[in-house]
């Protein structure tokens, strides 16, 4: 059991460089050791762990189990060593953030500002990403990611559900019909956010209806979506916390009210290992806890 506790960080390590060249770099040991140890390890269990060839490592459907089963040790003891060190010293270094800006307008800036305040001995660099970033490639250490679709050996925190409803600015109702189903939203111009794509498809209950509109704009900001909205140049999918002071002022009006806004998203924190420093560990539970207020 020593032996294979041991042998948990080196599992990580090898998952997330997807290399063994690369893991044993950052692991400070042989390519040679680290490859007779995975393979030792694969002997005692009767199991592979890793699909290996010329290019890549991959985990193999055993070997994500068994990182996802033991990721909660290596958290919990990570937890515990960094305890004793915040007793010795102020945490600090450098923390890479990735996420949408409409995810910092609308959600975060309160929050990392409230971090960058509590903990001013870290610094964070921060980038706004239109598209999805590779956590297993790409030079950051969290990610703020929207959908479902995630690496397997990646380490996800749901944060919050998002689902957007279909609004319009009384201007374009001026000059077109007030749509009754799904579908007449194909007579209508519409306004949409690139990356959650021109599929719709909406529910009421009892019916599903998915609706591939023609973009007439086509955005990567939900900001920009929100201008050409307000402005009268179409119908666009907008978060209803978003719309709430618009519609309040009517300036929007809901459309299709007794019908799903076309999909429902979930707001992930992603990381690439569960074995984080302290400072980022720090950023991670700030973050968690102000969202779960």
């Not at 680290?34 to 199991?47: A, N």
């Not at 971090?115 to 790409?138: C, G, H, S, Y």
């Not at 279909?166 to 949409?192: F, G, H, Q, T, W």
Request: hydrophobic share 45%; net charge neutral.
């Amino acid at each position: 059991m020593q032996d294979f506790l041991n042998d948990i960080p080196l599992l990580v390590e090898v998952a997330r460089q997807r290399s063994f060249s690369k893991a044993a770099e950052t692991l400070g040991i042989g390519v040679s050791t680290l490859s007779r140890r995975i393979k030792l390890l694969e002997k005692k269990m009767g199991v592979l762990l890793f699909y290996r060839d010329t290019r890549n490592v991959e985990p193999t459907d055993n070997g994500v189990y068994l990182l996802d089963r033991c990721s909660f040790v290596l958290e919990e003891v990570q937890r515990s060593y960094d305890s004793v060190i915040m007793n010795m010293q102020k945490p600090s270094g450098l923390i890479r953030i990735s996420m949408f800006l409409d995810l910092y307008d609308g959600l975060l800036k309160n929050i990392l500002l409230d971090f960058a305040e509590k903990w001013p001995d870290i610094q964070i660099e921060l980038t706004f990403q239109e598209n999805t970033v590779d956590m297993r490639t790409d030079p950051f250490d969290v990610a703020f990611v929207t959908g479902t679709s995630l690496a397997p050996a990646l380490i996800a925190r749901k944060l919050l559900t998002i689902e957007p409803f279909l609004y319009a600015s009384p201007r374009l109702l001026d000059r077109y019909p007030m749509p009754k189903e799904p579908n007449d939203l194909l007579k209508l111009p519409c306004i949409v956010l690139q990356r959650f794509g021109c599929r719709w498809a909406m529910h009421n209950g009892k019916r599903q209806v998915t609706v591939e509109v023609q973009p007439k704009y086509s955005f990567t900001s939900v900001e920009l979506c929100r201008d050409f909205l307000l402005a009268g140049h179409g119908i666009a999918l907008i978060r209803k916390e978003r719309a709430e002071p618009d519609l309040a002022a009517g300036r929007l009006v809901r459309i299709l009210p007794e019908w799903s806004g076309g999909f429902v998203h979930d707001v992930n924190l992603v990381m690439a290992s569960s074995q984080l420093p302290q400072r980022v560990r720090l950023f991670v539970d700030h973050v968690v806890s102000q969202l779960s207020k």
